[in-house]
C-alpha cells in the first residue's frame, strides 16, 4: 500500500454516504480480480482501451473495427451502463472487461490479468496508480479523444505538485482541439507528444436517414406524427418542468430522462404525460410524453422536429448534440455545456446548432416550429458539419499503432 493509496481510502471512507446511494455490481472486478486473458493469437499485441461510461465507449465505435484486424483489441469501462453497452457493441470480437478501482493491488491485479502491450484512455481517466504501474511494466500509455475541460483544468492545476508527474508519463495526447492541447502541455504532457485529432463521436454518429423503431416508437405512445414534436434529450432536475412551459401551444413535448432514478420526478413535472414504461397509448389530442425507458432515445430523436440537449440548463455540464445533428434535425442547448464545449463551439461556428437560455428558449422553440426553413437550414446545416468533421478515428488508430509498434515487432519475429 502506497501513500496515494491511503488517501483513497480515507476519502472512500469519508464519501461512503455518497457514493453507498447507489448499488453498484462487479466488486470482484473492481479489486482487479479477473480470470486471466488468453495470450492474443498468432503472435499479435494486445491493446486495451479503456472508457469511463456509455457515452466515451460508444466513441469506441469505429476505433475498434480499425484495429481488430492488426491488434487484439480489449475494452474495459468503470460504470455498470458503460460495460452493458461495450458489451453490446464489441462482444464477441473484442473481449469486454470492468475497469478496477485505483488501488495500486487492484491495478496490478488487473494488468497481470489482461496485460496489455498498449492501452488507450479515452477523454482523460488518468489515475495515477494506473499509468504508473504501467510506467513500471514498460506499457505505453495514451489518453485519445482527449478533452480536458476548463472545470477540470482548474481541479488539476490546483493538485499540478501531485498529478503532474501522471500526465508525464503519458506517450501521447491525441486532444479534440487546440484548447485541450494546451491544457495537457500546461499539466505536464511534453509539447511534442499532443497533437489535434478532432474527436471521434463524429465518426460514431450513425448518419442512416432510417432509424428502426421510430414508427412504432409512436404508435404505440400516441405521438401524432401530423403534429409539432419537441423532444428533450437526457433531461435532468428542473428541466423538464421548464420544457412543460415553454413549449408553444399545441406543440408535442417527449422528455427523455438521463438517469431512471429520476423518471418519477419527471413524471409528476409533466401532468397528464403518457409513460412509455406503462405501455399505455395517450389518447388523441395528448402533449405531454415521457420516455422512461432506456435505448429508445435515437428513435424519439427522427421523430422530433427540434431536439433540445438536456442537462445543459442547469447546474450540470450538458450532453452531446452529435447524434440529433447527424439525424438532420434542428437543435437547442442551453448555456451549461462545459464537457461538450469542443462540439458545441464546432457546430455553432457552422450554424449547426442554438445555443438558448432559460429566458430565450420558449422564444426559440416557437420560431423554430413556425419558420420550417430557417429549421431546415439548422438542420442543413447540422448534417453537414457532422460529415465534414469525420476522420478522427483512422487517425487514432494510427497513433495506436504506433505504440504498439515495439511489440508487434517483438511478435513479428517470435513469429520467424
Known amino acids: 500500500m502506497n501513500a496515494?493509496?491511503?488517501?483513497?481510502?480515507?476519502?472512500?471512507?469519508?464519501?461512503?454516504?455518497?457514493?453507498?446511494?447507489?448499488?453498484?455490481?462487479?466488486?470482484?472486478?473492481?479489486?482487479?480480480?479477473?480470470?486471466?486473458?488468453?495470450?492474443?493469437?498468432?503472435?499479435?499485441?494486445?491493446?486495451?482501451?479503456?472508457?469511463?461510461s456509455v457515452g466515451e465507449v460508444s466513441a469506441l465505435r469505429g476505433l475498434v473495427p480499425l484495429l481488430s484486424p492488426r491488434a487484439d483489441v480489449?475494452?474495459?469501462?468503470?460504470?455498470?451502463?458503460?460495460?452493458?453497452?461495450?458489451?453490446?457493441?464489441?462482444?464477441?470480437?473484442?473481449?469486454?472487461?470492468?475497469?478496477p478501482l485505483d488501488f495500486s493491488a487492484c491495478v496490478a491485479r488487473f494488468l497481470d490479468a489482461v496485460r496489455p502491450d498498449a492501452v488507450g484512455l479515452v477523454e482523460l481517466e488518468v489515475w495515477p496508480n494506473f499509468v504508473a504501474a504501467c510506467d513500471r511494466r514498460g506499457i505505453p500509455v495514451a489518453v485519445i479523444n482527449g478533452r480536458l475541460s476548463a472545470r477540470s483544468f482548474r481541479g488539476y492545476r490546483r493538485i499540478r505538485t501531485l498529478i503532474g508527474p501522471t500526465f508525464r508519463r503519458l506517450r501521447a495526447v491525441a486532444a479534440q482541439n487546440r484548447d485541450y492541447a494546451e491544457r495537457f502541455?500546461?499539466?505536464?504532457?511534453?509539447?511534442?507528444?499532443?497533437?489535434?485529432?478532432?474527436?471521434?463521436?463524429?465518426?460514431?454518429?450513425?448518419?442512416?436517414?432510417?432509424?428502426?423503431?421510430?414508427?412504432?416508437?409512436?404508435?404505440?405512445?400516441?405521438?401524432?406524427?401530423?403534429?409539432?414534436?419537441?423532444?428533450?434529450?437526457?433531461?435532468?432536475?428542473?428541466?423538464?418542468?421548464?420544457?412543460?412551459?415553454?413549449?408553444?401551444?399545441?406543440?408535442?413535448?417527449?422528455?427523455?430522462?438521463?438517469?431512471?432514478?429520476h423518471f418519477d420526478d419527471a413524471a409528476r413535472a409533466l401532468p397528464g404525460c403518457t409513460r412509455r414504461s406503462t405501455g399505455e397509448r395517450a389518447k388523441?389530442?395528448?402533449?405531454?410524453?415521457?420516455?422512461?425507458?432506456?435505448?429508445?432515445?435515437?428513435?424519439?430523436?427522427?421523430l422530433a422536429d427540434v431536439v433540445v440537449m438536456g442537462r445543459s440548463f442547469g447546474t450540470l455540464y450538458?450532453?452531446?448534440?452529435?447524434?440529433?445533428?447527424?439525424?438532420?434535425?434542428?437543435?437547442?442547448?442551453?448555456?451549461?455545456?462545459?464537457?461538450?464545449?469542443?462540439?458545441?463551439?464546432?457546430?455553432?461556428?457552422?450554424?449547426?446548432?442554438?445555443?438558448?437560455?432559460?429566458?430565450?428558449?420558449?422564444?426559440?422553440?416557437a420560431r423554430l416550429l413556425a419558420d420550417?426553413?430557417?429549421?431546415?437550414?439548422?438542420?442543413?446545416?447540422?448534417?453537414?458539419?457532422?460529415?465534414?468533421?469525420?476522420?478522427?478515428?483512422?487517425r487514432h488508430a494510427d497513433l495506436i499503432i504506433d505504440l504498439l509498434a515495439p511489440a508487434m515487432r517483438t511478435g513479428d519475429a517470435a513469429g520467424r
Not at 7 to 33: D, M, N, S
Not at 74 to 98: H, I, K, N, Y
Open 284 to 302: 388523441p389530442g395528448a402533449t405531454r410524453f415521457l420516455l422512461d425507458t432506456i435505448g429508445e432515445l435515437r428513435a424519439a430523436y427522427a
Open 318 to 365: 450538458g450532453s452531446d448534440p452529435i447524434e440529433p445533428a447527424a439525424l438532420g434535425k434542428p437543435t437547442i442547448i442551453g448555456p451549461r455545456f462545459g464537457d461538450f464545449e469542443s462540439v458545441v463551439s464546432t457546430l455553432r461556428a457552422e450554424e449547426a446548432l442554438i445555443v438558448s437560455d432559460r429566458r430565450s428558449l420558449p422564444r426559440d422553440l
Open 4 to 52: 496515494l493509496d491511503l488517501t483513497y481510502l480515507v476519502g472512500g471512507t469519508l464519501l461512503a454516504p455518497v457514493w453507498a446511494r447507489k448499488a453498484r455490481g462487479g466488486w470482484q472486478e473492481r479489486f482487479g480480480h479477473l480470470v486471466p486473458l488468453a495470450a492474443p493469437t498468432g503472435g499479435r499485441p494486445r491493446v486495451l482501451l479503456h472508457a469511463v
Open 74 to 99: 480489449v475494452v474495459s469501462a468503470g460504470t455498470d451502463t458503460g460495460l452493458a453497452r461495450a458489451r453490446a457493441l464489441f462482444e464477441p470480437g473484442a473481449r469486454v472487461v470492468r475497469y
Open 372 to 394: 420550417p426553413a430557417a429549421a431546415a437550414r439548422l438542420a442543413a446545416n447540422a448534417r453537414a458539419c457532422v460529415e465534414r468533421h469525420r476522420g478522427a478515428t483512422a
Open 185 to 261: 502541455i500546461a499539466m505536464g504532457v511534453p509539447s511534442d507528444r499532443v497533437r489535434i485529432t478532432d474527436t471521434m463521436k463524429w465518426d460514431a454518429a450513425d448518419l442512416s436517414a432510417a432509424v428502426p423503431g421510430a414508427a412504432a416508437l409512436a404508435e404505440a405512445m400516441g405521438i401524432d406524427q401530423s403534429r409539432p414534436l419537441v423532444v428533450a434529450g437526457s433531461t435532468a432536475q428542473d428541466e423538464e418542468a421548464l420544457l412543460h412551459a415553454a413549449c408553444p401551444a399545441g406543440a408535442q413535448l417527449l422528455c427523455a430522462p438521463r438517469k431512471p432514478e
